[in-house]
C-alpha cells in the first residue's frame, strides 16, 4: 500500500511516498481535513507559510491521536524571505504556528519572491542568506531534512557553491504533460529527491481526453494515473484536497503503467495555458 511505502532522503531521513497537499484550504478547515487524511492512512502533511494555515495544520495534528513521530510535517520559508535575519525568524514562526519542537522538511518556496517570479533577477546572494538559516535550524535539530521549491538547475547550483547541508528535496510543478526530464534527471543524479505539486495539472489534466482513455484502459481514475505516473519517475506526489473520499481514491495506486505508456505520458503535448490558474506565477511561467 502506498501509505506505507517511503523515499529515503540523502541524509537517511524517511519521507513517505504519497503527502496531503493542503493549499487553498483555510486555517479552519484544514484541521479536518488533516484528521480525515490520518485516519485514512496518511503520515506526509505538506503546508507553507504562505498558505495561512499552519496553525490549523498543528491543530488537525494534536486532535488526530497520532505519535508526533509517526507523522512527517513540511512547510515553506516564504518566496519573499531573502535574508540571513527574516529567514532566522520565519522558521521560528512556523514552529510556533505549528505548535511543534521540530518540522520534518522545511524548504524555500521559491527561488525568488511571487511578485518578482517571472522578472530575469535570480536572488542567489537572498537564497544563500535564507539556507544558512536553514541549515543553522537544522544543525540545532529543528528541522529533520532542508530543501528548495520552484528551484532551476542554477538556483541549486548557487547553493551548492556554498552551502554545508545540500539541499535534500526540491519540489517542483510535475504532471502528466508537464514533465521537466532535464530538471529532474539533474536532481535525481544529485540525490535531491523531486516532489511533484500539482499532480492534475492544476485540474487541467481532467479535460484531456487521451489521458482519460488511458486511464479508462487500467480501470482506474484520472487523478489515480497521475499519481502513479509521477511513483514511476521516482518522484512524490502531493495532490491537494479536503475531500476524504478523494483523499482515499487518491491512495489507491497498486497498479503498474506500461513501458509503453509511460512513454506516451512522458511525451503528451504540454498544457500551454492553466486557464485561471494562469495568474498564478508558477503557471503563468509554463505558458508556451
Given at each position: ?18 503527502g ?6 483555510n486555517?479552519?478547515?484544514v ?31 494534536k ?9 512527517f ?7 519573499e ?8 525568524a520565519s522558521?521560528?514562526s512556523?514552529?510556533?504556528?505549528l505548535?511543534?519542537?521540530y ?11 511571487w511578485a ?12 544563500r ?5 536553514l541549515?543553522?535550524a ?7 531534512s ?32 508537464n ?7 539533474y536532481?535525481?543524479?544529485k540525490?535531491i ?7 492534475f495539472?492544476h ?13 479508462y484502459?487500467y ?5 489515480q494515473?497521475?499519481i ?15 475531500n476524504p ?9 497498486d ?6 505508456d509511460?512513454?506516451l505520458?512522458?511525451?503528451?503535448k ?7 490558474h494562469?495568474r ?9
Amino acid at each position: 500500500m502506498i501509505l506505507e511505502e517511503k523515499f529515503t532522503l540523502s541524509n537517511g531521513v524517511e519521507i513517505p511516498k504519497l503527502g496531503l497537499g493542503t493549499w487553498f484550504i483555510n486555517d479552519k478547515d484544514v484541521v479536518e481535513a488533516v484528521e480525515a487524511a490520518t485516519r485514512i492512512g496518511y503520515r506526509h502533511i505538506d503546508t507553507a507559510q504562505a498558505y495561512g494555515n499552519e496553525h490549523g495544520v498543528g491543530e488537525g495534528i494534536k486532535a488526530c491521536g497520532l505519535k508526533r513521530d509517526e507523522l512527517f510535517v513540511t512547510t515553506k520559508l516564504a518566496a519573499e524571505v531573502k535574508s540571513y535575519k527574516e529567514a532566522v525568524a520565519s522558521i521560528e514562526s512556523s514552529l510556533k504556528k505549528l505548535g511543534l519542537d521540530y518540522i520534518d522538511l522545511m524548504i524555500i518556496h521559491s527561488p525568488k519572491p511571487w511578485a518578482k517570479f517571472l522578472e530575469s533577477e535570480r536572488y542567489f546572494e537572498g537564497n544563500r542568506e535564507a539556507w544558512r538559516a536553514l541549515e543553522e535550524a537544522y544543525k540545532a535539530g529543528k528541522l529533520r531534512s532542508i530543501g528548495v521549491s520552484n528551484f532551476e538547475e542554477r538556483d541549486i547550483d548557487n547553493l551548492l557553491s556554498s552551502c554545508s547541508v545540500k539541499p535534500m528535496v526540491n519540489q517542483i510543478l510535475a504532471h502528466i504533460s508537464n514533465t521537466p526530464k532535464e530538471l529532474i534527471k539533474y536532481c535525481q543524479d544529485k540525490g535531491i529527491l523531486v516532489e511533484a505539486y500539482s499532480p492534475f495539472g492544476h485540474g487541467e489534466l481532467f479535460k484531456n481526453q487521451e489521458i482519460k482513455a488511458i486511464a479508462y484502459k487500467y480501470n482506474v481514475s484520472l487523478s489515480q494515473l497521475a499519481i502513479r505516473y509521477c511513483l514511476q519517475l521516482d518522484l512524490l506526489p502531493l495532490p491537494k484536497t479536503a475531500n476524504p473520499q478523494h483523499m482515499k481514491t487518491n491512495a489507491e495506486v497498486d497498479f503498474n503503467i506500461s513501458e509503453e505508456d509511460m512513454e506516451l505520458l512522458k511525451n503528451m503535448k504540454q498544457i500551454g495555458d492553466y486557464g485561471e490558474h494562469s495568474r498564478f506565477p508558477v503557471y503563468a511561467g509554463k505558458r508556451n
